[in-house]
């Protein structure tokens, strides 16, 4: 190839380039109004079944209501299985118990009644993860009747005690104080 015949190929890549920054600068405005378009806005009744979360206040608890006897029940059809007779374990967790085993020198047995601080805690993992294989399947009722009911076999809850939205958050868990509180800027 000749040198002037590359000299002159270059400067038409040159102003090619040019050319196309310039077409995208002149896009720009377009792209930025209609958004990246990623996805879709979803509808307040699809989003509803993901929209679950329940608050260490109790705020976002679903109605009904339990007592520890129904707990017993659904416990025993639904829990048992993998959670052994009153949720003494295996050959999954174990649910009660392990109480003096947090802050001490032993290993430390983490129970919901040995470790977890609020009580929606358990309604709402429960009610997003169990029965294991089987999630998200429990009724309003029987969440507060097992929530319940491994309340009662932790000794946080007496025998003939309901839960509902408005006594759960009223629970105190025995570890509830056992916690360092670790603020971070801006939220409590
Ligand atoms: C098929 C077995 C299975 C069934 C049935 C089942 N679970 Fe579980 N459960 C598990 C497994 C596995 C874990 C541990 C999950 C993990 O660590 O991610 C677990 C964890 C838990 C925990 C957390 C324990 C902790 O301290 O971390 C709770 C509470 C619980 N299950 C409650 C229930 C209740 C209530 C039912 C009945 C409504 C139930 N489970 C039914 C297998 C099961």
């Not at 015949?5 to 896009?27: E, F, G, P, Q, S």
């Not at 405005?29 to 679950?52: E, H, N, V």
């Not at 129904?70 to 059809?77: K, N, R, S, T």
């Amino acid at each position: 190839m000749h040198w002037l015949d590359r000299v002159t190929l270059h400067r038409v890549a040159r102003n090619r380039v040019t050319l196309c920054a310039a077409m995208l600068l002149a896009a720009a405005p377009a792209f930025a109004a209609d958004g990246p378009r990623l996805g879709q806005s979803i509808s307040p009744s699809d989003l509803s079944p993901w929209d679950i979360s329940v608050g260490p206040d109790g705020a976002g608890l679903p109605p009904g209501r339990g007592t520890v006897a129904q707990g017993e029940l659904v416990f025993a059809a639904k829990c048992q299985a993998c959670h052994g007779e009153k949720g003494a374990g295996k050959p999954n967790d174990a649910l009660a118990g392990g109480f003096g085993t947090i802050a001490s020198d032993k290993p430390a047995v983490k129970t919901v009644g040995s470790y977890w601080p609020y009580a929606t805690t358990l309604f709402d993992y429960v009610r997003r993860a169990m029965p294991w294989n089987e999630t998200k399947s429990l009724t309003g009722d029987e969440l507060y009747a097992v929530s319940a009911y491994i309340l009662h076999l932790n000794g946080v809850i007496g025998a003939d005690d309901a839960l509902d939205a408005q006594s759960l958050p009223q629970v105190k868990m025995p570890n509830r104080d056992g916690f360092i509180p670790f603020p971070r800027q801006g939220r409590p």
